[in-house]
């Protein structure tokens, strides 16, 4: 009998601390889930402004500025919509013009304010929610995820 | 012809795997003495093919053999010895013949220091860790041969990726290979209990050195990990919960919750069932870990290239060893009896504790990293989980499992009193409040989880060591006696002290380099200062030169503080010409208090500007420090002679008579 009790007791701990982390999961994801979204869908007015996504798309050939104060300014493209991002700090050794980007930050009067921008370890790595975005747009033909080829 | 070998060795190691495998499992049903002991040669015989399996693409890459897809793909002949080498490793068929090599090393391990073990229990490890080995085999062998050749080899490579051009990244791989692949010995251990239907003190003891192993080598792996992308990758962070961070960081926590549940198996002969879940469960971590990465379904720094065959196998492989163990300790587990009852207050309730601390965090993490999977699959967009979402979840779950951790060692076993074991831990509760009010004090506007972390290293890290004077009876006993009772501490227990120890000094490093950090992101022109915090930065010009393989700007900033000079610093940016990447290099100056770093990026203007990073990351190098403390705690522990001589192992083993087994061995 006093096993049981013992047990039981056991049991209840270690729901309840279950049932704590649960809600304290739930709760953490609703507040800090970040969607990706590419540039058509903001251009759609799918985005709400100041909520905190993911922007994904090419870096758009000559649009990179640096301003004096180390902000830099660029457009996203997906070929079909191009959205302007402003980024203060020094990018990622792998952005270039013309390659797949990933930014993470809020939009404000148009205008994406990034606070993070993530570019791949590998040069010729396309993100995947890159490559489906301009698929979306109806421009990626190539095929997703290709690995590298010997000349 | 190098690679030929290493190729031809690599699919007879295959087929020693099966012989490994499957006569030794065979021999332990039918309690054939012979067939059991085959497993021994056996793994011996497979550690050497994959030795000289991997030496010679090691030769290879060495020697710059392009007519070797890998070696064509990731090397390049202008490359530094060492990094020809770390290259073996840095690309996704090396890595794997890593893998399998530390596979087949565990498996050697255990049938050298094997000599106390009952022969079916030793049969049946080796020939589980075989039938591991055998999926990772075909794996390779099918989707991703390293010796794959190239029909029109290239003059020369394309090169390594500059960022894994790093020392931090040459060892950081093999070490978190061996955390990984260590929890394959525990996994074995705890099948092979399952299949003998046996699981009692003598096999905790058994298992526990493994644990130890893996676990301090996979804490090794991850600090090297962390340390090398604060240095390297120029943000001045060290842990990103990025999807790959988090693959190694499940094991560790699942590795963390088997070492205290092992405990309780090898001196209280209870929580047994629950310890062989554990043992599961960290491997299966493990091996998801893996293919997380290696299949790169998770968008991430560490993908170096998607293949779908990749993934399919690899999920198949984790299908079948996760859904068999467990299906087999779903059919087994129950008849695990446990023997040793214990109150909710005592010692194993603080185990028990930390058991579902680790486990529930554990949990989180992995719902966290896989919960973008789950969303595509089920179309409901692309997210991502990043560092709101793990702090919020993991500081709450760790705070309290901090307090309980230093009260834990103070309880007796079985059933024990809160009271008494807290007011011998009132010098830590006073140093607690002394260190919040001078957190408070000191960093006045900072954010109140700095306070929180300072009050739980100071509350773990002198509660540590009250528990220590606690047990030589420091300050009751004459100091002579207390030294005496000091050095017959056992080494397990050190053991304990300084991992705990550790862990104190990693939160407050983590806490100091997470709350109090500075970031200043400007444009500098020569001659411009810049302050940061206490620290004055000024900006001395740029210059251009030439390293091994890549150029570089070198830029010089001066940091005086209070007008008095403290450090020049040189940040660098380095262009690779064969693989036309750049990659900063940033300037730290380590002191004790923190860390100066900073960061030189691209020229702006017409005045020889450029962007700079400048930071002030406090108390850094405490991670550092806390990581090698857990390391050398891990080492001490296993030096533990309970470990080396068989002090009451055979006790409560009946074995079978075995003919080859000297008696009381």
């Known amino acids: 009998m006093k096993r049981k009790h013992k047990r039981l007791t056991f049991v209840f701990i270690a729901a309840l601390l279950i049932a704590a982390a649960g809600t304290l999961m739930l709760t953490a994801f609703e507040e800090n889930i970040v969607f990706f979204r590419s540039p058509s869908d903001i251009a759609e007015n799918k985005v709400e402004e100041g909520r905190r996504i993911r922007l994904g798309g090419l870096v758009e050939d000559g649009s990179v500025q640096q301003a004096s104060d180390g902000t830099v300014t660029f457009g996203v493209t997906d070929t079909a919509h191009t959205i302007k991002v402003s980024y203060l700090g020094i990018l990622p050794d792998l952005f270039r013009e013309g390659q797949g980007v990933v930014t993470e930050g809020k939009l404000l009067n148009g205008v994406f304010i990034a606070e993070e921008v993530l570019a791949k370890h590998d040069e010729n790595y396309m993100p995947p929610e890159v490559s489906e975005a301009l698929k979306d747009a109806g421009y990626w033909q190539g095929e997703e995820g290709e690995e590298e080829t010997v000349q | ?665």
């Open chain 2, 1 to 665: 012809m190098i690679a030929e070998a290493g190729h031809f060795a690599l699919i007879l190691a295959l087929f020693v795997a099966v012989i490994q495998a499957v006569v030794p499992l065979v021999g332990a049903s039918r309690n054939n003495v012979v067939w059991m002991d085959f497993g021994r040669p056996a793994a011996v015989a497979q550690f050497a093919l994959m030795a000289f399996s991997f030496a010679c693409l090691t030769y290879s890459f060495v020697v710059s053999d392009f007519s070797l897809v890998v070696v064509a793909s990731n090397s390049h002949s202008a490359k530094p010895m060492l990094y020809k080498i770390s290259g073996v490793w840095a690309n996704h068929e090396g890595s794997m013949l890593l893998w399998v090599l530390i596979l087949s090393l565990f498996g050697f391990a255990v049938a050298f220091f094997s000599e106390n073990l009952p022969p079916s229990l030793r049969a049946r490890v080796l020939g589980i860790q075989s039938l591991v080995a055998i999926g990772f085999y075909l794996f390779i062998l099918f989707t991703s041969n390293p010796f794959d050749r190239l029909i029109d080899p290239p003059f020369d490579g394309n090169g390594l990726n500059p960022l894994l051009q790093d020392p931090g990244l040459a060892f950081h791989p093999p070490m978190l290979y061996l955390g990984y692949v260590g929890f394959s010995v525990t996994f074995s251990f705890a099948i092979a209990a399952l299949l003998e239907g046996r699981v009692d003190a003598a096999w905790g003891r058994w298992v526990r050195p493994w644990t130890l192993a893996a676990w301090g080598f996979l804490t090794g792996g991850i600090a090297l990990g962390s340390w090398w992308a604060y240095y390297e990758l120029g943000w001045g962070g060290w842990w990103f919960w990025d999807p790959v961070e988090n693959a190694s960081f499940m094991p560790w926590l699942a590795g963390t919750a088997l070492l205290h549940s092992a405990t309780m198996v090898e001196k209280r002969d209870t929580m047994k069932g629950w310890t062989i879940f554990l043992a599961i469960v960290a491997f299966s971590l493990s091996l998801l870990g893996t293919f997380l990465v290696r299949s790169g379904v998770l968008t991430s720094v560490h993908a170096f290239a998607t293949d779908p065959a990749r993934g399919v196998f690899i999920l198949v492989l984790l299908i079948v060893v996760i859904g068999g163990s467990f299906t087999l300790f779903a059919l087994r587990g129950p008849t695990i009896s446990n023997k040793g009852l214990f109150l909710p207050i005592s010692r194993e309730g603080a185990l028990l504790l930390n058991n579902l601390v680790m486990t529930t965090a554990a949990g989180a993490v992995l719902l966290g990293t896989l919960y973008p999977l789950f969303l595509d699959a089920i179309d409901g967009g692309k997210v991502s989980v990043g560092p709101p979402f793990f702090n919020t979840v993991f500081i709450p779950l760790i705070v309290p499992m901090v307090a309980a951790m230093a009260i834990g060692p103070m309880l007796s076993w079985k059933r024990a009193d809160l009271g008494p074991a807290l007011r011998k831990l009132w010098l830590a509760g006073i140093l607690t409040v002394v260190a919040a009010i001078a957190t408070w004090a000191l960093a006045t506007g900072g954010p109140f989880l700095g306070v929180v972390g300072m009050m739980m290293a100071v509350w773990l890290g002198v509660g540590t060591f009250v528990e220590l004077s606690e047990r030589i009876r420091l300050f009751r006993e004459p100091l002579v006696s207390s030294l005496s009772r000091l050095a017959r501490v056992p080494r397990a227990s050190w053991g304990m002290t300084l991992g705990h120890l550790g862990l104190a000094i990693g939160i407050a490093g983590m806490t100091g380099a997470g709350a109090w950090k500075i970031e200043t992101i400007q444009t500098m022109v020569p001659g411009q200062t810049v302050q940061v915090g206490e620290f004055d930065f000024t900006f001395k010009g740029v210059e251009q030169g030439q390293g091994p393989n890549y150029s570089l700007t070198k830029a010089t900033f001066v940091v005086n503080k209070d007008g008095q000079e403290v450090v020049i610093m040189y940040p660098e940016n380095r262009q690779y010409p064969i693989s036309s990447t750049p990659s900063t290099e940033a300037a730290i100056h380590t002191t004790f208090f923190g860390d100066l770093y900073a960061v030189v990026g691209d020229p702006v203007g017409t005045e020889g500007g450029y962007v700079t990073r400048l930071y002030w990351n406090p108390l850094v190098i405490w991670m550092w420090v806390g990581a090698i403390f857990m390391m050398a705690a891990t080492a001490v522990s296993l030096s533990d002679r309970r470990y080396r001589i068989g002090v009451s192992h055979r006790r409560k083993v009946v074995a079978k008579p075995p003919v080859s087994q000297p008696a009381g061995a």
